[in-house]
């Protein structure tokens, strides 16, 4: 269950092909570029429970900077690439990492940090960065064998910020072996069948958790994956096709964009080698869901989780199909829906979500925040800020982010609904709706569309539109109003940045992801 094991077994396999160059690395080539990784690392002073930034695009030697610190007992923090340089230097401050790899790709912005932190040592990957030494020429003098103290480390990710500054997520290091049992690895050959024959396509950045542990689980059981440098909908059906990938993971909006395509695209390619199509990271409406399932097949999984890994939720497509909407019945952590006071509330009824039993974490340097994810009689029970429902067999139903909750009049609504119900509409690619102020309510509705076709951001198609949601929606949860952007902020792991674009209404001109 480590990648070192089938170095030995099967050296010559690709563990990691970029999709796009079909540039390839080995499972020989990863274990000793790994070990190089752990023995620099040693080198620069690091010890077991230190940190390594990691600020990359989608590269080749992306997993073995990953597989070096989990060998070396080390933390890892993934960084968004989409990042500026003031947010990244808060999070290589807030983690406090003690070295910092970066991609030539991002030196615009990478650049910037040596002068705002000059003891952190940078090192540069794919091209000179100034400020930085070379990752490549520093590892290619160290030996490609094992450190003497090998033990396991593990990542320590940030959320995404859409409600605010990102938190890190720290699990404490118990000193293990590097290939002690890992629970994701069971659970995901258990529900998806992931295993050495495992071909998985990976279409997101893997600075974010779920590509990020789910690309290292295939590393662990002996697997390939196919990681494209950048999301595009043709592009990952012909990568399907190509490299017979029989394994994936994807996020809504993937969805929603494939599906948009002309038919004759999509019916040029073949996905019948797809046999487990993954979701998670945010709601899936329920039509975008109906329609892949019609597509693919049977194939589409769905989890609700968190980077913090309190609980697991999973339905599968017979589940989705007599439970629409839901997404999931918990496998980790007893479900808990509890009111404003932090009472239990009965089956059917609409609270926050609390996981029990599960895992433990803490938010790094935040206790006011990991206080506030705890329930005020339960301190064993932990949210990730969700509201949702469990229907009489157990399955949970999201309604939105608290955050996100709309008062008009002392009416709370959850904006999610009328986005599912937009979304659907031919002429939208993306939307988000929001309260925004409202002398006599205190708040209204309002949609914020990115059109198909820009052109069509008119009047008329708002009006359209408006209408569109009251067929289907009681009119309190509809838009009274709707404004057209080029383009909304989302992460590329599929999160909106509501905040961002609800801000800009308030009055907040400068408000920023972190």
């Known amino acids: 269950?480590?990648?070192?094991?089938?170095?030995?077994?099967?050296?010559?396999?690709?563990?990691?092909?970029?999709?796009?160059?079909?540039?390839?690395?080995?499972?020989?080539?990863?274990?000793?570029?790994?070990?190089?990784?752990?023995?620099?690392?040693?080198?620069?002073?690091?010890?077991?429970?230190?940190?390594?930034?990691?600020?990359?695009?989608?590269?080749?030697?992306?997993?073995?900077?990953?597989?070096?610190?989990?060998?070396?007992?080390?933390?890892?923090?993934?960084?968004?690439?989409?990042?500026?340089?003031?947010?990244?230097?808060?999070?290589?401050?807030?983690?406090?990492?003690?070295?910092?790899?970066?991609?030539?790709?991002l030196a615009n912005v990478a650049r910037e940090i040596p002068g705002a932190l000059p003891r952190l040592k940078c090192l540069s990957v794919g091209g000179e960065i100034a400020g930085f030494g070379s990752y490549e020429a520093e590892a290619g003098k160290m030996p490609a064998v094992p450190i003497a103290d090998q033990s396991a480390g593990a990542d320590m990710l940030y959320s995404s910020g859409t409600t605010g500054r990102p938190k890190g997520v720290r699990h404490e290091l118990d000193g293990a072996p590097i290939?002690?049992?890992?629970?994701?690895?069971?659970?995901?050959?258990?529900?998806?069948?992931?295993?050495?024959?495992?071909?998985?396509?990976?279409?997101?950045?893997?600075?974010?958790?779920?590509?990020?542990r789910y690309c290292m689980t295939v590393h662990r059981l002996g697997g390939t994956v196919v990681a494209m440098e950048h999301f595009d909908p043709e592009l990952a059906l012909k990568y399907i096709e190509q490299y017979k990938a029989n394994a994936s993971q994807w996020v809504p909006t993937m969805f929603v964009r494939m599906l948009k395509l002309p038919d004759a695209v999509r019916a040029r390619y073949d996905v019948s080698s797809m046999k487990a199509a993954i979701h998670a990271a945010a709601p899936c409406p329920v039509e975008v869901k109906r329609r892949m399932i019609e597509w693919w097949g049977p194939v589409i999984h769905e989890y609700y989780a968190g980077t913090e890994g309190n609980g697991f939720c999973y339905a599968n497509s017979a589940d989705w199909l007599k439970h629409p909407g839901t997404v999931g019945k918990s496998l980790l952590g007893e479900i808990h829906i509890c009111g404003e006071n932090g009472e239990e509330l009965p089956v059917g009824e609409e609270g926050v979500i609390y996981f029990a039993g599960a895992t433990t974490f803490h938010y790094h340097n935040d206790p006011k925040k990991t206080a506030e994810s705890r329930h005020p009689a339960h301190p064993d029970w932990s949210t990730l800020g969700d509201v949702g429902r469990l229907d009489a067999d157990g399955f949970l139903y999201l309604t939105d982010r608290k955050a996100f909750m709309i008062i008009s009049g002392g009416v709370n609504i959850y904006p999610q609904e009328a986005e599912n119900v937009l979304i659907a509409h031919p002429k939208v690619a993306d939307v988000a709706v929001i309260g925004v102020p409202n002398e006599e309510f205190g708040e209204e509705v309002k949609a914020v569309v990115q059109p198909a076709d820009w052109r069509d951001a008119t009047p008329a198609l708002a009006e359209e539109l408006i209408a569109f949601a009251r067929a289907r929606l009681s009119p309190i949860k509809c838009p009274r109003s709707v404004d057209f952007e080029r383009e909304l902020p989302r992460h590329p792991t599929g999160k909106l940045y509501k905040r961002l674009i609800r801000d800009r209404y308030w009055g907040k001109r400068n408000s920023r992801i972190v």
């Open 1 to 105: 269950m480590h990648p070192s094991h089938h170095a030995n077994t099967a050296p010559g396999k690709p563990a990691v092909i970029m999709a796009g160059s079909g540039e390839l690395l080995t499972y020989r080539e990863l274990d000793e570029r790994s070990n190089q990784a752990a023995q620099l690392f040693r080198a620069c002073g690091l010890g077991r429970g230190d940190v390594v930034a990691i600020f990359m695009d989608n590269n080749i030697r992306y997993f073995e900077i990953c597989w070096g610190a989990q060998r070396a007992g080390l933390y890892y923090t993934c960084i968004s690439s989409r990042l500026t340089a003031g947010e990244v230097e808060y999070i290589l401050r807030d983690c406090g990492a003690k070295l910092f790899i970066a991609s030539h790709a």
């Open 179 to 212: 290939d002690s049992p890992n629970p994701l690895t069971a659970l995901v050959a258990m529900l998806f069948g992931f295993n050495g024959d495992t071909v998985y396509l990976s279409p997101a950045p893997f600075y974010h958790a779920a590509p990020l």
